[in-house]
């Protein structure tokens, strides 16, 4: 016996009660992406709410490479969410080694088995040795 799910339709006519137009929601949308995309003081502020990794530290470890003069604001950010991005993607990896020994703590030899199980992780091979 095959069960049925009744879904409520929406009407399409023009709701008095509802607040807005999609003209607006969308010129909403719009303003946001502008707001997020400028550049100067203002967008320094922004990169640095949505970065967790402390900006000026990546900036002046970015300039420790001789061929590394200039570092502008947008690629210290870039450099700082892919570095987040890749320390949250190992850091799971190595959880679910951490879960299989039924332990919440990540240890070393977590990290090493992500590293070595995950093709990926190749490239640091050897580097925690």
Known sequence: MAATVATPVMSTEHDPDR?????????????EESSQQQTGPTA??????????????IKA???????????????????????ELFVEM??????????QGKRKTLQ??????AIEAIDEFAFLEG???
């Open 90 to 99: 190992i850091a799971k990896d190595a959880l679910v080694y951490a879960q």
């Open 44 to 57: 320094a502020v922004t990169h640095s709410r949505l970065s967790k990794l402390p900006l000026a530290r």
């Open 108 to 113: 070393r030899k977590d990290l090493d088995n």
């Open 61 to 83: 470890l970015m300039k420790t490479d001789p061929d590394v003069s200039l570092a502008s604001q947008e690629s210290v950010f870039i450099i700082a969410k892919a570095t």
């Open 127 to 129: 580097t925690l040795d």
């Open 19 to 31: 607040c807005g137009s999609e003209e607006e929601s969308r010129g909403a949308e719009v303003s």
